[in-house]
């Protein structure tokens, strides 16, 4: 599997110059061959996960770049656009359709609750289109797809035994300051978890996705947050609100640790805060010493400037090998190194496995 997040494409992505087709090539090549170095076979890549902000600003623009840079990406891996799951991330929210809404309330007086589902209704429409173009068909015809209530999905593919279960964490998003926060309500939440109730889950892998953060980010992040702390004088509520939510969790992250507790959830993966953490978190299962992984990997796209400091480009690769004693969950991650010289390219720069502890985690999960 292929985790890629946080594309961010438009004005602040690293390769905003670059043809989005030839990048894509080049970097399916170098995928396959950080699959070599890490020793991982010629095992197929049967799935892509894209967990949000593949858009800087929820334009239609941005999206179009994505979709060009993603099929060809699907195309040079063999990896059906069945296979390629997304998350929509806070980014892919478009501010002007949202805001179009603030304009109507301001003329036609409707309550805040209407301005609420009228944003739902909107606000992830470029992103839908982005779905729609992606696939080539509405997201409802991909073979295993269940549409849940208030945004969650779930896709099954029986011949692998893997179902995919994603959140959407921008619910509340807008262009208002005060909904510029991750949450999972407890509904959609509650709808995943009954779904992944049925007897014949029990055996199946279960992956779930998620854009934000569920859980404590880096240090890197944590010393960008306090140094803007200091230079603030007057820290509005709605500000303390998303720094919270962006350093320790976003409200609603114990719903989804009682599912992974509850439905044996092998994984977790999300993005957000553009950083590949030094360990995996554990995610203990209700009266079982087993666990799921928290597996997050830093931006794919962002350019140096808008990342925690020490803080490449990354994604990685995650190998899941049934029936194999001891390590059965292997995670490799690769960086962007602006410096690689890369065979048949005339410019420096390119994507290689990572070094060290961070690069490479070879985990247990109960399967
Ligand atoms: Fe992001
Ligand atoms: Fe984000």
């Not at 799951?85 to 359709?97: A, C, E, Q, R, T």
């Not at 959140?167 to 909904?179: P, Y």
């Amino acid at each position: 599997m292929l985790h890629l997040t946080d594309l961010h494409m438009g004005r602040k992505n690293r390769f905003k110059n670059v043809n989005f087709y030839r990048l894509g090539k080049s970097f399916a090549e170098q995928v396959l061959e950080a699959r070599a170095a890490a020793g991982l076979g010629q095992d197929k890549i049967d799935v892509i996960f894209v967990t949000g902000d593949i858009a800087e600003t929820g334009d239609e623009k941005e999206f179009k770049d994505g979709v060009t840079f993603l099929h060809t990406v699907a195309e040079f891996l063999n990896v059906q656009r069945s296979r390629v799951y997304f998350v929509p991330g806070n980014h892919d929210i478009s501010w002007p359709l949202c805001k179009e809404v603030t304009d109507a309330q301001a003329r036609e007086h409707f309550d805040n609750e209407e301005m609420v589902r009228r944003f739902s209704k909107v606000k992830l429409r470029y992103y839908e289109d982005f779905r729609h173009q992606f696939y080539g068909m509405k997201v409802n015809h991909i073979p295993g797809y269940r549409g849940l209530s208030y945004g969650a999905e779930v896709w099954d593919i029986p011949e692998l035994g893997l179902t995919i279960g994603a959140v959407d964490a921008c619910e509340r998003e807008s262009h208002l300051t005060t909904d510029q926060m991750g949450t999972v309500g407890e509904e959609q939440a509650q709808e995943l978890m009954n779904v992944w109730g049925a007897p014949h889950y029990a055996h199946w892998k279960k992956i779930l996705l998620v854009h934000h953060n569920p859980g404590e980010t880096v240090d890197s992040n944590h010393k960008s947050w306090e140094d803007w702390i200091r230079k603030e004088k007057q820290l509005p509520a709605d500000k303390v609100e998303r720094f919270m939510a962006d350093i320790t969790g976003f409200p609603g992250k114990d719903f989804l640790r009682r599912i992974v507790s509850d439905r044996r959830v092998q994984i977790i993966l999300h993005g957000h805060h553009h950083a590949h953490p030094m360990n995996p978190v554990a995610w203990q299962y209700f009266s079982s010493p087993e666990s799921g992984y928290v597996l997050s990997t830093g931006s794919w796209g962002l350019q140096d400037a808008d990342r925690p400091q020490g803080e490449a480009n990354t994604c990685q690769i995650i190998q899941i090998r049934s029936g194999e004693p001891g390590a059965n969950l292997r995670v490799h991650a690769l960086e962007y190194d602006p410096s690689l010289p890369v065979h048949g390219q005339v410019s420096d720069g390119g994507w290689r496995l990572m070094n060290g502890p961070r690069g490479n985690q070879q985990l247990n999960v109960a399967l």
